[in-house]
């Protein structure tokens, strides 16, 4: 079974003992993928480094809405000075997050998410969409963008939601979430909508599947993310890895040596 993770956190502080032992096991079990997401200046420093440490590591550089308020007037040279590596294949993680109450203002959120899919548009890069409890918003800004493609991050609204997405040209998203035993939505999602049209991630450390649930997250788990997506939509899960695959490097423009 082959294995892109298409949405990932290295450089978070739950790996910074035992990364390149980690590593070392992802290549034994199958991964031959992994997108690093960048949510702010540091992190996205660490993601460009990260995919110079390691050779299937490709990154994603953005401001998550959380982060709002860092975003300046500077922040759009240094997003576009750091896709100047080959290895950086999108604009991510952006998006809106209305859950927590702490985070900067709905307004704020809008306008720094639409200042980035003007980027990912300008730059002709996907893009990788954090969307929480925010769906409206989120879909009337990314119908603005015409042409821009990308995937929604740990999809979480309804199948009719994703099969409008996908007439945009994006991919769904699927993560831990749909292993769990009573995540009858984001399965009602995958039955509903087209292989063709999943991605799969981790975004380790966090949303680990079953049985792992509530350990630090890794990007070989997503075998157990495969399985029950195959299981499902009754193939084979080495098919389906496969189909998978081919989705993330269709997305991401990576051409695997």
């Not at 800004?141 to 990308?150: A, C, L």
């Not at 749909?178 to 009858?184: D, H, I, V």
């Not at 890794?218 to 157990?224: H, M, N, W």
């Given at each position: 079974?082959?294995?892109?993770?298409t949405?990932?956190?290295?450089?978070?502080?739950?790996?910074?003992?035992?990364?390149?032992?980690?590593v070392?096991?992802?290549?034994?079990?199958?991964?031959?993928?992994?997108?690093?997401?960048?949510t702010?200046?540091?992190?996205?420093?660490?993601?460009?480094?990260?995919?110079?440490?390691?050779?299937?590591?490709?990154?994603?550089?953005?401001?998550?809405?959380?982060?709002?308020?860092?975003?300046?007037?500077?922040?759009?040279?240094?997003?576009?000075?750091?896709?100047?590596?080959?290895?950086?294949?999108?604009i991510?993680?952006?998006?809106?997050?209305?859950?927590?109450?702490?985070?900067?203002p709905?307004?704020?959120?809008?306008?720094?998410f639409?200042?980035?899919?003007?980027?990912?548009?300008?730059?002709?890069?996907?893009?990788?969409?954090?969307?929480?409890?925010?769906?409206?918003?989120?879909?009337?800004?990314?119908?603005?963008?015409?042409?821009?493609?990308?995937v929604?991050h740990?999809?979480?609204?309804?199948?009719?939601?994703?099969?409008?997405?996908?007439?945009?040209?994006?991919?769904?998203?699927?993560?831990?979430?749909?292993?769990?035993?009573?995540?009858?939505?984001?399965?009602?999602?995958?039955?509903?909508?087209?292989?063709?049209?999943?991605?799969?991630?981790?975004?380790?450390?966090?949303?680990?599947?079953e049985?792992?649930?509530?350990?630090?997250?890794?990007?070989?788990?997503?075998?157990?993310?495969?399985?029950?997506?195959?299981?499902?939509?009754?193939?084979?899960?080495?098919?389906?890895?496969t189909?998978?695959?081919?989705?993330?490097?269709?997305?991401?423009?990576?051409?695997?040596?």
């Amino acid at each position: 079974m082959y294995i892109f993770d298409t949405h990932a956190h290295y450089d978070d502080e739950e790996f910074k003992d035992d990364l390149d032992n980690l590593v070392d096991d992802f290549k034994k079990n199958g991964v031959i993928g992994v997108m690093n997401c960048g949510t702010n200046y540091d992190t996205c420093l660490n993601t460009v480094e990260l995919t110079k440490k390691y050779d299937f590591f490709y990154g994603a550089v953005g401001f998550h809405p959380e982060y709002s308020s860092e975003f300046n007037e500077n922040s759009i040279d240094f997003l576009s000075k750091l896709t100047y590596s080959y290895k950086i294949k999108a604009i991510g993680e952006i998006g809106l997050d209305y859950y927590w109450k702490e985070n900067p203002p709905k307004e704020l959120q809008k306008k720094i998410f639409e200042y980035q899919m003007r980027l990912a548009k300008d730059l002709n890069l996907p893009v990788i969409i954090h969307d929480r409890e925010a769906h409206e918003d989120i879909f009337n800004i990314v119908k603005m963008y015409k042409g821009v493609r990308g995937v929604l991050h740990c999809f979480s609204g309804s199948s009719e939601m994703a099969k409008e997405y996908i007439k945009l040209g994006y991919y769904i998203g699927i993560g831990g979430i749909a292993t769990f035993k009573n995540s009858k939505k984001i399965i009602d999602v995958i039955n509903n909508i087209d292989i063709q049209y999943i991605l799969a991630e981790t975004d380790a450390p966090y949303m680990t599947p079953e049985p792992f649930r509530g350990k630090r997250n890794r990007s070989d788990y997503i075998s157990y993310i495969i399985n029950k997506i195959a299981d499902l939509k009754k193939i084979d899960a080495e098919e389906l890895s496969t189909i998978l695959v081919n989705n993330s490097l269709n997305l991401f423009n990576i051409v695997l040596n």
